[in-house]
């Protein structure tokens, strides 16, 4: 195959696929990042050694290919951590190619991160990962240079040493000179709010480990909160954004007769279930069938899932429901908003709305099952004393996330809280709404908080515990 039918070979080209380049085939064996008819990036052979292949189609590929060469000068002229560029050029009027040292072993900053999320903020794995990342910014940093698309997974770890690539993204102020104050405090707003807004008050901490590797600037702490607070609510925007369209993580389809969509990299287990959901759920038993919403344990090609089904009652119930929104995409919604935000809840995996021309009808969303206790299960044993404090802070902590975001369940009941994995996780998001001001949270707060409580009588030792430590509404 040519660059120039590769451009037309769409989103998932079968492999392994020959390509021919001028200085011989080159086998692509896996695609890791893909841009149909733009950009093909993966695992290759060529002349016997394994290479990371970046292979340049479509229009834009010349254009792509100068920026790539570029920034692949500059890392090199800064002595900077990053796979070796071992070949490149451009067949006119097909595209371009860029092959890499392949680095064996390397997982992204982002997937080290998912590894640790969960554990203690800034416990010494957590600290370890992000400092590595923050030295190598700093290295680009005091050689003027900085990453212009800076995401956690464009930083690979290999032997605790944090490498750069993307380098088209790699941009200069003044070469061999420190970057300027300005763009330090805008580029490490653009990494610190890719973590955990939690982990904000570890920030000066963390700086630590930049200012070590390069202190040429006495840096704000206030402004670059500030300016890592409102990149992270433009990223959040965005991010939900994608969760409705075609895109890498999504695939979506929308027509007069329906919406489907799911995570990307569970299309191929998932896309036989949600194209007839009614029967993967007929027969089986159910944790909830009332006229609002069937819920149902469902296993699915070795994948333990829970499929909800939400309801349409009745003709009088459809005329509320037809020209919104339906619940299960305000769920898939809001499930992508709380794992984005670092808050624990089972990950939306895919979501079908059934319409007739373009009115909504039944609608079903796919979550992964998680086994565990709620929270009346869970805490049943401590009515009249105390539950076990990591299971008490962890609570108290979720509850504070929820306020950081100024978010409100809207049915904030012990059955709606799992205890898994030493965190607890939030289910059932029909009703979750984000607030945009603290004065239209404090309602929403005062309601959650007191239908949490109602979950144990008034006298209760455990009642009067929780009343005390949790946050007065």
Sequence with gaps: MTLEQLAKAGRAPTLPLGIELPTGELELLSLLRVLPGQ????????QGRRVLAKLLVGERAA????????????????A?????????GEADGQGAWLLFDFIEAAPSVDQLWQQVATEPLL???????????????????????WQADLHLDNLLVKDGTVLVIDAADIQAESIG??????????????????????????LEELLIHYLLVNAEHALRLDALLARTAEIRRWRLADYLKKSGRECTLFAVTRSAFGLIAIRRRWLAALEGLIVDP???????????DGGAATVARVQWQGHDLVLKRYNIKGFGHWLT??????????????????LFLGIPTPEPLAVRERRFLGLRGRAYLVTPFVEGPNLLERFAPYVDSAPPA??????????????????????FKGTNLLWHDGRWLVIDLDALQAYDSDRAYASAYARDRARLLRNWPVGSALHRLLDERLPPA
Excluded at 63 to 71: C, D, H, L, N, Y
Excluded at 123 to 142: F, I, K, V, W, Y
Excluded at 392 to 410: K, M, Q, T, Y
């Design 39 to 46: 950009r093909y990036v993966g695992e290759a052979l060529w």
């Design 63 to 78: 254009r792509q290919f100068a920026r790539e060469r570029e920034g692949c000068a500059l890392l090199a002229a800064a």
């Design 80 to 88: 900077a951590p990053t796979p070796a560029l071992l070949e490149s």
């Design 123 to 145: 416990s010494p794995a957590q600290d370890e990962l992000l400092g590595a990342a923050l030295a190598t910014l700093a290295r680009l940093h005091a050689q003027g240079l």
């Design 177 to 202: 000179r420190p970057l300027s104050q300005a763009r330090v405090q805008e580029n490490l707003a653009v990494f610190f709010a890719q973590l955990p807004a939690a982990l904000d008050a570890q």
């Design 278 to 288: 009614d029967a993967a759920l007929a027969g089986l038993p159910t944790f909830k």
């Design 321 to 338: 429901r037809f020209w919104r929104p339906s619940r299960a995409w305000h769920s898939w919604r809001e499930g992508h908003r709380l």
């Design 390 to 411: 990591a299971e008490l802070d962890a609570l108290l902590a979720l509850v504070e996330a929820l306020r950081r975001e100024r978010l409100g369940h809207g049915d």
